[in-house]
């Protein structure tokens, strides 16, 4: 026993000495256990490091989005979707704003063709060639698709009634040129403005219908807000001519300059704003330059086609510029993509608003998003052209009226529009696959009938397979567009409403021109081996109809494909599979937090 220490000391020392001793021998095990489970998660490591990067990177870039986004307009007049749509039906507030966009996209659609035939007494007055009064249509479209691509940062910088308000003072002071124009020069300005002025709505009403109405019930809110893209353009030719025939062109553009006034009044008295914005967004400027000479520059080039040779400087020469603007375009966003991507990982939420793409093509990662662009694309490609090259075989190759052409295409929009209804309600409740099976599916046996038109056809057969054509229509660009873009984070809609509907531009750009050229080369083919001589050319010309149409029918067939192949699932875009796809997203971000908690 050491000295100085009782008995009762010694042993209380003896046990603390031993309980150190066993504690140490459970710290050496636990020790030796983390090192083999520390092992052991070095090996599953690599195989979760992607997995964890991305989700990682989500959530990062979700809050920068939710800080970046928090500015609202300094009113009150911003509505969240509870204050929009309750109880299973819009809010009257909202249904008075939703109804104001759909008009002036209404009229945006209407006007772009409601000079078709006006075009000869303008000719006439101002005493320019056709092919200078043709630019009066052509730049109308051509603006509209420069406009397209900046409508992402344009939505995300200002808000709704900001817009809308800004884009119908453009509009109506273009509408109020044109009415004045002394000369065609001004009335060529005023259409410009008018196309500036629209050419934002139609994205920003569907980015709207996003922010309103839950994903349950988007196919029909889009397929009602549809119309305004599907009736305008049919009514808008007709109506412009009589009023052409009963006070003459100039009374088309005081119509639209009153029209504007309203507009512009209906907006400031009742329209409100929808989301979030941030007001300190910052545009790249030089992919604002890209962007016009890239897609202004490609659309030019192609509907200079109707006018000159397709190995003339005036095609080329812009298609080479256009094509060279849209290939730095696209680096240029993905480099800064990039660089705004780096500075959210490091938390920089300053220098991330600074490096922002103008638009942002990762939205093109997600596969529903992209093959919906595709489908879109195609089918506008394959109809657009259609309505040019239909109404040359009725008047120039059968010799009917233009009214009586009208007449004849009008009947196909009407279908459309209710195909658009029905076929949005069918997207709610089946889903994007078996609709988009349907709508192309009667889109390519429609184009196929109509190829079998000849020389002495009932001409209403025309009307009838463009009827059934604009059915099949109805029910896959509209739903297939809205499923896309319900593949698509909330606040990735705006960008993805930009890139779907620059595609469409182009594709719709592109058709008109490509198939026409294919008609007159197949024309050119017929009269050569009928052996020429004015007696043949209509024989010729309905020759080079029948193989267009043909393969018109040929990409919607392909259409088909991408549908049947690409969009998976009965439940593809329904609510059912919004819920799956927002359950593996929370199990992804539980799962990295749980990694995270671990290291």
């Known amino acids: 026993m050491p000295p100085g220490m009782s008995e009762h000391e010694v042993e209380l020392t003896s046990q603390h000495n031993q309980e150190q001793h066993n504690q140490e021998q459970q710290n050496q095990q636990q020790n030796n256990q983390e090192q083999h489970s520390k092992g052991q998660r070095n090996q599953q490591r690599s195989s979760r490091t992607a997995h964890t990067t991305r989700a990682t990177h989500a959530t990062r870039s979700a809050q920068v989005a939710r800080k970046t986004s928090a500015v609202k307009a300094p009113h009150t007049t911003v509505l969240s979707r509870e204050d929009s749509y309750r109880d299973g039906k819009l809010t009257h507030v909202a249904f008075l704003s939703l109804a104001i966009l759909t008009f002036i996209t209404f009229v945006g659609n209407f006007t772009q063709l409601q000079l078709s035939a006006a075009l000869p007494n303008i000719v006439e007055e101002f005493g320019v060639s056709v092919t200078t009064g043709q630019w009066l249509t052509s730049v109308f479209q051509l603006v509209m698709g420069v406009m397209v691509p900046l409508t992402a940062f344009l939505t995300k910088r200002f808000s709704t009634r900001q817009i809308v308000i800004a884009s119908m003072i453009i509009f109506t002071a273009g509408s109020a040129l044109a009415w004045l124009a002394p000369s065609f020069i001004l009335l060529l300005t005023g259409r410009i403005l008018e196309a500036i002025g629209t050419g934002?709505?139609?994205?920003?009403?569907?980015?709207?219908?996003?922010?309103?109405?839950?994903?349950?019930?988007?196919?029909?809110?889009?397929g009602t807000v549809g119309l305004a893209m599907s009736v305008a353009p049919a009514i808008g030719p007709t109506l412009g001519g009589v009023q052409t025939d009963l006070t003459g062109w100039r009374s088309i553009f005081l119509t639209l300059t009153i029209i504007g006034g309203i507009s512009i009044l209906a907006s400031v008295l009742w329209l409100k704003d929808f989301g979030n914005h941030d007001a300190t967004a910052h545009a790249d400027f030089f992919s604002v330059i890209l962007s016009i000479f890239g897609f202004g520059g490609l659309m030019f080039g192609f509907t200079n086609i109707e006018s000159f040779p397709f190995a003339h400087p005036m095609v080329w020469a812009p298609m080479l510029v256009g094509i060279a603007g849209i290939v730095w375009f696209v680096i240029r966003q993905i480099q800064r993509k990039r660089e705004e991507q780096l500075a959210?990982?490091?938390?920089?939420?300053?220098?991330?608003?600074?490096?922002?793409?103008?638009?942002?093509?990762?939205?093109?990662?997600n596969r529903g998003f992209t093959i919906g662009t595709i489908t879109a694309s195609i089918s506008f490609f394959a109809f657009s052209s259609i309505v040019v090259i239909m109404p040359l075989y009725i008047q120039d190759d059968r010799g009917f009226s233009a009214t009586m052409s009208g007449l004849v295409m009008l009947p196909g929009a009407l279908g459309q529009?209710?195909?658009?209804?029905?076929?949005?309600?069918?997207?709610?409740?089946?889903?994007?696959?078996?609709?988009?099976i349907v709508g192309s599916t009667i889109l390519m046996l429609g184009t196929f009938g109509m190829s079998t038109i000849s020389?002495?056809?009932?001409?209403?057969?025309?009307?009838?397979?463009?009827?059934i054509r604009q059915i099949g229509?109805?029910?896959?660009l509209m739903p297939i567009t809205t499923w896309s873009l319900n593949c698509l984070e909330e606040h990735n809609v705006s960008a993805g409403s930009a890139v779907t509907n620059t595609a469409r531009q182009i594709a719709g750009a592109m058709g008109a021109p490509v198939l026409v050229i294919l008609l007159e080369t197949f024309s050119q083919i017929r009269h050569e081996a009928l052996g020429g001589g004015a007696a043949t050319l209509a024989a010729a010309n309905i020759f080079g109809t029948q193989w267009v149409l043909r393969i018109s029918g040929v990409l919607c067939l392909i259409m088909l494909i991408i549908v049947l192949v690409g969009v998976r699932g009965q439940g593809a875009g329904t609510a059912h599979a919004a819920g799956r796809s927002a359950l593996h997203k929370i199990q992804a971000i539980t799962h990295t937090g749980d990694h995270h908690h671990m290291h």
């Open 473 to 476: 229509m109805g029910f896959v």
């Open 455 to 467: 020389a002495t056809s009932w001409i209403w057969w025309v009307s009838i397979y463009q009827f």
């Open 200 to 222: 934002v709505m139609w994205p920003v009403l569907q980015i709207t219908v996003f922010s309103i109405f839950p994903l349950s019930r988007r196919g029909m809110a889009m």
């Open 344 to 365: 959210i990982d490091q938390g920089d939420v300053e220098r991330a608003r600074l490096r922002a793409p103008l638009l942002d093509l990762s939205v093109l990662r």
């Open 417 to 436: 529009a209710i195909a658009q209804f029905f076929g949005g309600k069918a997207l709610d409740r089946f889903g994007a696959r078996p609709v988009a």
